[in-house]
């Protein structure tokens, strides 16, 4: 299993480009998020997703769009990149079965620039 | 909402000494909990967990100890090395795909 991929590994953005970061996974996990990580706040929840078709906002969701078609794939779409947007991002998967306590798989992360 | 605190850091420790890195929670609920550890350009990557009150967790020498009276789950280690330099978050989950993180506690370990 390759577990969480996200592509690309760094992006550099003009302020009002639009781009999408890629997150896959191939473990069947019914649950994806997203997450940025800025210096000193932790990780910040954006959206996130408990199936196919299905998602929800986050702590920060402004200036972020989601949708989940299929299992495997959770795009995270950028509007009109700002210069707050300069962040690293981290997509994530969990499943649940009886007493499994939700822990997340992290994918390597993204490095976000907007200039 | 829920929220998790951790001990500021950064912490700078030589070879060999114990760790501690304090972590309090507010949640609703009987949330799950974990530590999770970040090296250097990479993604976080589960240390340990614990599931239900007083239970512990343990992984590479790391342990603790889920202590709902006092909605903390500290983290320790024995005895620490140079390669366990990295920046430690503590986490709660309540909710399936979601989880809150606290802010992250760099730790550096000196020869």
């Known amino acids: 299993n390759a577990g969480v991929t996200q592509t690309p590994k760094f992006q550099v953005l003009k302020t009002g480009q639009s781009m999408t970061l890629q997150c896959a996974q191939d473990m069947n996990h019914e649950y994806m998020s997203w997450y940025r990580q800025d210096p000193g706040m932790g990780l910040r929840l954006i959206h996130y997703?408990?199936?196919?078709?299905?998602?929800d906002q986050g702590e920060v969701p402004n200036g972020y769009n989601v949708s989940r078609s299929t299992t495997e794939d959770f795009p995270l779409r950028l509007l009109s990149a700002a210069p707050s947007q300069t962040s690293v991002y981290f997509c994530a998967s969990s499943y649940t079965t009886a007493g499994n306590p939700y822990e997340q798989y992290f994918g390597p992360g993204t490095r976000l620039t907007v200039t | 909402g829920d929220s998790v605190t951790q001990m500021e850091g950064p912490v700078t420790l030589s070879e060999e000494a114990f760790l501690t890195i304090n972590c309090t929670y507010t949640?609703?609920?009987?949330?799950?909990l974990f530590w999770y550890v970040q090296y250097p350009g990479e993604g976080l990557q589960l240390l340990l967990k614990a599931t239900k009150a007083d239970d512990k967790g343990s992984n590479k020498g790391f342990e603790a100890t889920y202590r709902k009276e006092t909605t903390s789950f500290h983290l320790e280690k024995g005895s620490v090395q140079v390669s366990d330099s990295a920046v430690y978050f503590c986490?709660?989950?309540?909710?399936?795909?979601?989880?809150?993180f606290g802010d992250g506690t760099t730790l550096t370990v000196k020869p």
């Open positions: 986490a709660l989950s309540a909710n399936a795909g979601k989880s809150t």
């Open positions: 997703s408990v199936g196919a078709g299905i998602t």
């Open positions: 949640a609703t609920g009987y949330p799950s």
